[in-house]
């Protein structure tokens, strides 16, 4: 029998949402985080990149403030208004003290509750093989949300006026192939699909199917699998890490 998830914790105010690439959330968890600010949680979103090697027709100077806007509107359908950028290079983060810095610092800066980010494994359920940025950007979170609350690792952000900040209690790993909660996506699915139809350059490029149908198809899909575990009901899944 396929274990029943469990519905994820609820009782938080601020998360933080770090991934590598524009669309990430998108295609991951957008029916969750719509789901979570109408019931008035904070969510803001940090990228390591800003997506400008993922489109082969623009050359990155052109692509990245074009994905930059787009991820901007995209986060927006689902009550986002906080986004950031590290500027790493798309295609090539490393993991790494660096990116575990920057990451600690904006944990740091925002004080959350629940930190989320992508599935850090090299498969995808041993079907396909993820991508390094993915693999660097997830473990480096899941090592950040540590690290923010030591004081003695990256001692510099303390004198940057960065204070400790141990209060992240979980980090939620959405696509992963073995998640262990989920979160009812039937009043956030709607505006998951317009997040990702907002991110039109990047699905023109990557499909002739017309965005919007391609958007509902997918994501309709992956929830209605979720749902099989989670009592029938459309779901975004995660593997949950308690700290």
Same mark, same amino acid.
């Given at each position: ?29 957008? +029916? ?39 991820? @901007?509107?995209?986060?927006?359908? &689902? ?5 950031? !950028? ?34 850090? @494994?090299?498969?995808?359920?041993? &079907? ?40 992240? @209690?979980? &980090? ?43 958007? @509902?198809? !997918? ?17 975004? +899944? ?6």
């Amino acid at each position: 029998m396929t274990t029943p998830l469990r519905p994820l914790p609820e009782d938080w105010h601020k998360a933080l949402a770090v991934v590598a690439h524009p669309d990430d959330l998108e295609y991951g968890c957008s +029916a969750a985080v719509a789901a979570w600010t109408d019931a008035g949680k904070e969510v803001a979103y940090l990228l390591a990149t800003r997506g400008e090697a993922g489109i082969d027709t623009l050359p990155p100077e052109r692509c990245a403030p074009l994905r930059e806007q787009e991820q @901007r509107a995209s986060a927006a359908v &689902v009550g986002v208004t906080s986004v950031e !950028f590290l500027d790493h290079r798309d295609g090539v983060v490393e993991y790494g003290p660096p990116l575990r810095r920057d990451i600690a610092a904006a944990i740091r800066r925002h004080r959350p509750d629940l930190v989320i980010t992508l599935n850090h @494994r090299d498969t995808w359920g041993d &079907v396909a093989w993820n991508t390094p940025d993915h693999v660097a950007v997830g473990r480096a979170t899941l090592d950040a949300a540590a690290d923010a609350g030591n004081r003695w690792i990256f001692p510099e952000l303390t004198e940057q006026g960065l204070e400790p900040w141990n209060g992240v @209690r979980w &980090v939620a790993v959405a696509g992963s192939v073995t998640p262990t909660h989920a979160v009812d996506a039937t009043t956030g699915l709607d505006r998951a699909v317009a997040s990702l139809v907002a991110h039109r350059t990047y699905i023109e490029a990557l499909t002739d199917e017309d965005p919007e149908q391609y958007a @509902r198809t !997918f994501l309709t899909d992956v929830a209605g699998t979720v749902g099989e575990r989670f009592g029938g009901r459309p779901a975004v +899944a995660f593997e949950l890490f308690t700290r």
